[in-house]
């Protein structure tokens, strides 16, 4: 699903998932970080439903 032009515009714009990381750390509700299709930065969502959820670095075998 593309994101509408009209919602971009009224998110807050991040340079990296990181920066998205630190703020969303801050809500009380659950958000994550993505990658917008329209102006290419990053934003935060609470939607789940039909989102790809990045798995943790799996870590190096000992």
């Known amino acids: 699903m593309r ?3 009209r919602i971009c515009k009224t998110k807050m714009r ?3 998932q990181a920066a998205a990381q ?3 750390a801050h ?3 659950l958000v994550r970080p993505y990658r ?3 102006c290419g930065a990053w ?3 609470s ?3 039909g989102k790809r959820i990045a798995r943790p670095a799996a870590s190096a075998p000992e």
């Open 27 to 29: 809500y009380d509700q």
């Open 14 to 16: 991040f340079a990296d």
């Open 43 to 45: 934003h935060l969502t």
């Open 36 to 38: 917008c299709d329209r």
């Open 3 to 5: 994101t509408r032009l």
């Open 22 to 24: 630190v703020v969303s």
């Open 47 to 49: 939607r789940r439903k």
